[in-house]
């Protein structure tokens, strides 16, 4: 046990900072930890309730070959997490082999190596259902992100989505409920497309160029960050995803794997990874051969994508089939989706053309960009909301002065501009009245995006006096801290109390745990002519490189210099 602890303290000292906090945070050891030193955290990485720890959180085929170690097997084993690993400085440690002991007798089917069989092919029809489930998830985390990308998502503690956010993307039939919400931020997350932290989720910038792929290439990118970010146990022996009977059994000493088994599979087919028979589409079946997700197969399966569309006198839009997604995007900023199918259906209304406005757009460019994608020209009743909602929309006017260091608000009208000053919502921004202007220190982008909000014809002025979008300041989000940032302190203590001389450590340590037992020890002494003479010694005192005992063979007190002592073992 000994010479185990000592192994995996130099193993643990020899590791960079950033591997040294992954294994503590994959041994989930506490931040606040007293460990001194390497040889400390040693001892508390072997100690019964830490290996008990690490051995629930490995997947079945990892227990399987640490048995096989246990047992006296040879060579390595490749299914242990590396991380895990660290279980093994030399063989297997007798305080593991002892823990793998206890759980053969109390939980022998753990043990049970898993069966390897690949799922079923997927047939025809199977494969067809999952890519159109794999196009309804793809444009389902379009919208969210879409809906998310002016501002942020809140997180709970736990990293769902607050109850606010939930209830207002359910009310706008974005999602159906709370775990398709969950499950789309985690896939994003998976992806890179969000960044999480500070208990909120914000549309990275890869997220902002994913939107603008077409919905094949969309896919392949959430599915790729799928499978890596899949559990070892839900991935085969030759890299494929494991069968759905193998999923909830695939971590046998986890109690909360099987809800986590369940939002897996739940994920694998919303995206079209696994049908919901259980089948293995072709797409994911090169998984098994060391390859990658293959996108194109999927794309046999989709609709294709399509650049027009039909204007109605309604003021409706009527997509035969999914726009391709940079025309979406701004017909979204000037038109209100009204249903999520692969023909799709808009409107246009007053506050749709009213935010467009605001996002950049003039009356001009709207019906160039319209006349390009309709295919019934742009109907009269829709020229005429065009024309009323621009002449109403620049009532306001934002524009930045540079010189003074300050945001202008210009309103013609006096009653309007009155109605601005004594607006209670608008009273955050601090509009100070100077002639027919209101001033605020606020940036303009913020200043126009709250006069929207407070649905206020506003139109965004930038420095050459042209209509510009304004940018929503997105909060800065955070990222939770990372395993050297969390771990920084107890790092740099292990490494401050870490020997170069790891065999005089070793033997301190050994002497102080003798001395604070009062154990009785053998230790070898190097005598000036060179032999060796073995002691057997009750410690009693350590200090000033010095080791006191009482010499049980002569029975008298004995002060040693450690740089004497070659050995010590238990007497």
Do not use: C, K
Not at 146 to 156: E, F, H, P
Not at 184 to 205: C, F, I, Q
Not at 266 to 292: C, F, N, Q, Y
Request: charged share 25%; hydrophobic share 45%; proline share 6%.
């Amino acid at each position: 046990m000994v010479s185990d602890e000592r192994a995996l303290a130099l193993q643990l000292a020899g590791l960079d900072d950033a591997r040294l906090a992954e294994v503590l945070t994959w041994r989930a050891v506490s931040a606040g930890v007293a460990w001194r030193d390497f040889f400390d955290a040693a001892e508390g990485l072997l100690e019964p309730a830490s290996i008990d720890r690490a051995l629930q959180h490995l997947p079945r085929r990892a227990l399987a070959d640490l048995t096989r170690l246990a047992d006296g097997g040879d060579g390595t084993a490749p299914a242990v997490p590396a991380d895990a690993q660290l279980l093994l400085p030399h063989g297997v440690p007798g305080a593991v082999a002892a823990r793998v002991r206890r759980l053969r007798e109390t939980q022998p089917t753990a043990l049970t190596p898993p069966d390897d069989a690949p799922p079923p092919a997927a047939t025809p029809p199977q494969e067809a259902s999952a890519a159109e489930r794999a196009f309804t998830a793809t444009g389902a985390l379009a919208d969210l992100l879409l809906a998310a990308g002016s501002g942020s998502l809140a997180l709970t503690t736990t990293g769902s989505v607050a109850a606010a956010d939930r209830r207002r993307l359910q009310e706008a039939g974005i999602v159906a409920d709370a775990a398709e919400l969950d499950d789309l931020v985690a896939v994003a997350h998976a992806a890179r497309l969000v960044d999480t932290g500070d208990r909120e989720a914000t549309v990275s910038a890869e997220g902002d160029r994913w939107l603008h792929r077409p919905t094949a290439e969309r896919w392949e990118r959430i599915a790729a960050g799928i499978v890596g970010a899949l559990p070892a146990g839900l991935r085969d022996v030759h890299g494929g995803i494991v069968t759905a009977a193998q999923r909830p059994d695939a971590y046998p000493l986890d109690t909360d794997w099987p809800d986590a088994a369940e939002t897996w599979t739940r994920i694998l087919v919303r995206w079209g990874l696994s049908t919901a028979e259980g089948a293995e589409p072709i797409w994911t079946a090169g998984l098994r051969t060391g390859g990658s997700i293959d996108a194109g197969a999927l794309r046999e399966h989709l609709p294709a994508e399509i650049d027009r569309v039909y204007l109605q006198a309604d003021l409706s839009v009527i997509a035969p089939g999914p726009l391709l997604p940079d025309l979406e995007l701004r017909l979204r900023r000037i038109a209100a989706r009204e249903s999520r199918a692969q023909a799709s259906t808009y409107r246009f209304t007053g506050d749709s053309l009213d935010a467009g406005l605001t996002d950049g757009e003039t009356a001009e460019s709207i019906r160039e960009f319209l006349s390009a994608l309709s295919l019934t020209g742009i109907p009269q009743p829709l020229e005429y909301l065009l024309d009323s909602t621009a002449q109403r929309h620049g009532a306001v006017r934002v524009r930045a002065d540079a010189s003074r260091a300050i945001t202008v608000v210009e309103v013609d009208d006096p009653h309007r501009r009155e109605a601005l000053s004594v607006d209670q919502g608008l009273r955050p921004l601090g509009l100070v009245p100077e002639g027919e202007l209101l001033l605020t220190r606020v940036t303009r982008d913020a200043v126009a995006w709250a006069l929207a909000d407070a649905r206020y014809p506003v139109t965004v002025i930038d420095d050459d006096g042209n209509p510009t979008s304004p940018r929503r300041s997105r909060r800065a989000t955070r990222a939770a801290a990372d395993g050297p940032a969390r771990y920084g302190e107890l790092i740099a203590r292990l490494r401050a109390g870490h020997s170069t001389d790891s065999d005089e450590a070793w033997l301190e340590r050994e002497l102080e745990q003798a001395v604070r037992a009062r154990a009785a020890i053998r230790v070898s002494v190097r005598m000036p002519d060179g032999s060796d003479r073995d002691l057997i010694l009750e410690a009693s005192g350590l200090g000033g490189g010095r080791l006191r005992g009482l010499d049980r063979s002569a029975d008298v007190e004995r002060t040693l210099p450690l740089r004497s002592i070659v050995r010590v073992a238990p007497a």
